[in-house]
């Protein structure tokens, strides 16, 4: 009987237990580690981490009210935090990437207050008919190299891209240590 009340209760608080573990103790752990190391990568990838944290604890305080009606927003919360915090999964950079850089970087501000064009205005309204006329007055090539010179002026790699060629750089150190090295284990 003791034991099996024991589980009951490990079970049905596993996310007040689990919860600070996955969500405070292991990422600080982490990020002192990654502090330091010499690679940037990790830096990024618990700086990332620490930023969707915030946000995540800035929606409970905000609709704290609504929360508290869903029962399982605890446990939804957890295997959220274990998705952003395990590295296998990489789950803090991919929302990084895909939902918070494009609204704060990447700004896609909408004109709520429209004005129409008066007729004998030469001002454009918008990009594309900005674009449009570039293109009338100058041709589709002068407008394609205008564009790749942007393209190429603001070339960056996404935390992914780093963190995959992180792995590769280290695969391949630990590939020449091998030919150098005969008792080389990856693991010392």
């Given amino acids: ?3 099996g009340s024991f589980l009951k209760v490990l079970v049905s608080n596993l996310d007040v237990l689990a919860g600070p573990l996955v969500s405070l103790a292991y990422p600080l752990y982490a990020s002192v580690r990654a ?4 690679s940037s990568i990790d830096d ?4 990332t981490y620490w930023v969707l944290y915030s ?3 800035l929606f409970e305080l905000t609709f704290a009210a ?7 927003w605890s446990y939804g919360k957890l295997f959220f935090n274990c998705w952003l915090v395990l590295p296998y999964f990489n789950g803090a950079a991919h929302v990084y990437e895909h939902f918070v850089r494009p609204m704060i970087v990447n700004q896609q501000v909408v004109n709520i207050w429209y004005i129409p064009k008066k007729e004998d205005s030469d001002k454009p309204d918008d990009v594309i008919s900005a674009a449009q ?3 009338k007055q100058n041709g589709s090539e002068a407008f394609e190299a205008l564009v790749n010179k942007f393209k190429t002026s603001n070339a960056r790699r996404s935390i992914l891209e780093e963190v995959e ?3 590769r750089a280290r695969a391949e150190r630990e590939f020449e240590a091998r030919d150098v090295n005969p008792f080389f284990h990856p693991n010392y």
């Fill in 165 to 167: 060629v992180e792995r």
């Fill in 66 to 72: 609504v929360i508290e009606w869903l029962p399982f």
């Fill in 44 to 47: 990024q990838q618990w700086l």
């Fill in 55 to 57: 946000f995540i604890t």
């Fill in 35 to 38: 502090i330091e190391t010499k």
């Fill in 133 to 135: 006329k570039y293109i």
């Fill in 1 to 3: 009987m003791g034991s």
